[in-house]
Protein backbone atom coordinates (compact mmCIF):
# COMPACT_ATOMS: atom_id res chain seq x y z
CA UNK A 1 0.00 0.00 0.00
CA UNK A 2 1.52 3.62 -0.83
CA UNK A 3 0.19 7.12 0.61
CA UNK A 4 -1.30 9.00 -1.60
CA UNK A 5 0.12 12.13 -3.41
CA UNK A 6 0.11 15.84 -2.29
CA UNK A 7 -2.33 16.21 -5.22
CA UNK A 8 -4.56 13.08 -4.60
CA UNK A 9 -5.03 14.02 -0.37
CA UNK A 10 -5.30 17.61 -1.50
CA UNK A 11 -8.34 17.06 -3.96
CA UNK A 12 -10.00 14.18 -1.83
CA UNK A 13 -9.56 16.54 1.74
CA UNK A 14 -11.21 19.69 -0.14
CA UNK A 15 -14.20 17.38 -1.34
CA UNK A 16 -14.97 15.51 2.05
CA UNK A 17 -14.41 18.85 3.59
CA UNK A 18 -16.87 20.53 1.50
CA UNK A 19 -19.63 17.37 1.47
CA UNK A 20 -19.17 16.67 5.25
CA UNK A 21 -22.72 17.88 5.95
CA UNK A 22 -24.18 15.62 3.51
CA UNK A 23 -21.80 12.46 3.91
CA UNK A 24 -19.96 12.99 7.85
CA UNK A 25 -18.69 9.50 7.86
CA UNK A 26 -15.93 9.95 4.58
CA UNK A 27 -14.17 12.37 6.77
CA UNK A 28 -13.29 9.85 9.67
CA UNK A 29 -11.89 7.82 6.00
CA UNK A 30 -9.33 9.84 4.88
CA UNK A 31 -6.79 9.21 7.53
CA UNK A 32 -6.93 5.31 6.29
CA UNK A 33 -6.98 5.57 2.35
CA UNK A 34 -4.02 4.13 1.14
CA UNK A 35 -3.56 4.14 -2.80
CA UNK A 36 -4.51 0.40 -4.57
CA UNK A 37 -3.46 1.69 -8.16
CA UNK A 38 -2.60 4.88 -10.37
CA UNK A 39 -2.89 4.92 -14.20
CA UNK A 40 -2.32 7.98 -16.09
CA UNK A 41 -4.30 8.98 -19.23
CA UNK A 42 -1.95 11.46 -20.97
CA UNK A 43 -4.77 13.81 -20.42
CA UNK A 44 -5.72 13.22 -16.36
CA UNK A 45 -5.21 10.41 -14.12
CA UNK A 46 -7.55 7.34 -11.96
CA UNK A 47 -6.66 6.88 -8.67
CA UNK A 48 -8.27 3.50 -7.01
CA UNK A 49 -8.14 2.97 -2.94
CA UNK A 50 -7.75 0.92 -0.23
CA UNK A 51 -8.13 1.43 3.11
CA UNK A 52 -4.92 0.57 6.33
CA UNK A 53 -7.86 0.12 8.88
CA UNK A 54 -11.40 -0.03 9.63
CA UNK A 55 -13.68 2.69 8.39
CA UNK A 56 -17.31 3.80 9.00
CA UNK A 57 -19.37 3.66 6.08
CA UNK A 58 -23.37 4.81 5.25
CA UNK A 59 -23.84 2.90 2.14
CA UNK A 60 -23.43 5.88 -0.26
CA UNK A 61 -22.90 5.55 -3.81
CA UNK A 62 -22.32 9.23 -5.35
CA UNK A 63 -19.97 11.29 -7.49
CA UNK A 64 -18.73 14.33 -5.77
CA UNK A 65 -16.82 17.35 -6.50
CA UNK A 66 -15.68 20.51 -4.61
CA UNK A 67 -16.15 23.88 -6.24
CA UNK A 68 -12.33 24.73 -5.62
CA UNK A 69 -10.74 25.26 -8.65
CA UNK A 70 -7.78 22.82 -9.64
CA UNK A 71 -5.05 24.38 -11.44
CA UNK A 72 -1.98 22.19 -12.71
CA UNK A 73 1.09 24.35 -13.98
CA UNK A 74 1.04 23.18 -18.13
CA UNK A 75 -2.70 22.43 -18.20
CA UNK A 76 -3.91 26.66 -19.85
CA UNK A 77 -7.34 25.24 -18.31
CA UNK A 78 -8.85 24.42 -14.77
CA UNK A 79 -8.53 20.92 -14.08
CA UNK A 80 -11.64 18.23 -13.82
CA UNK A 81 -11.85 16.03 -10.69
CA UNK A 82 -14.76 13.97 -9.82
CA UNK A 83 -14.47 11.58 -6.00
CA UNK A 84 -16.51 8.12 -6.52
CA UNK A 85 -18.09 6.70 -3.44
CA UNK A 86 -18.79 3.15 -3.72
CA UNK A 87 -21.25 1.50 -0.92
CA UNK A 88 -19.84 3.95 1.22
CA UNK A 89 -16.46 4.06 0.46
CA UNK A 90 -14.12 6.41 -0.87
CA UNK A 91 -13.39 4.42 -4.34
CA UNK A 92 -11.18 5.83 -6.75
CA UNK A 93 -10.88 9.79 -8.19
CA UNK A 94 -10.93 10.92 -11.74
CA UNK A 95 -8.50 13.86 -12.87
CA UNK A 96 -8.98 15.41 -16.31
CA UNK A 97 -7.52 18.44 -17.70
CA UNK A 98 -9.57 19.80 -20.07
CA UNK A 99 -8.67 20.10 -23.90
CA UNK A 100 -5.25 19.03 -25.29
CA UNK A 101 -3.51 19.84 -22.03
CA UNK A 102 -0.96 17.48 -20.94
CA UNK A 103 -1.02 16.29 -17.31
CA UNK A 104 1.73 16.00 -15.12
CA UNK A 105 0.86 14.75 -11.60
CA UNK A 106 4.38 15.15 -9.99
CA UNK A 107 4.54 18.76 -9.98
CA UNK A 108 4.15 19.81 -6.62
CA UNK A 109 2.93 23.75 -7.71
CA UNK A 110 -0.56 23.18 -8.26
CA UNK A 111 -3.49 24.83 -6.46
CA UNK A 112 -6.80 24.15 -5.24
CA UNK A 113 -8.68 27.51 -4.40
Given amino acids: ?32 LKLKSR ?14 G ?13 KKTLKIPGAENEVAYILAITNGKIDFLEVVTNGDDKFNSEDKNFSLE
Fill in 1 to 32: MENLSDLELSIVKAIVEEKKDKYPSLVSQVPF
Fill in 54 to 66: PIQNEGINDLISS
Fill in 39 to 52: RFTGVGMFSHFEYS
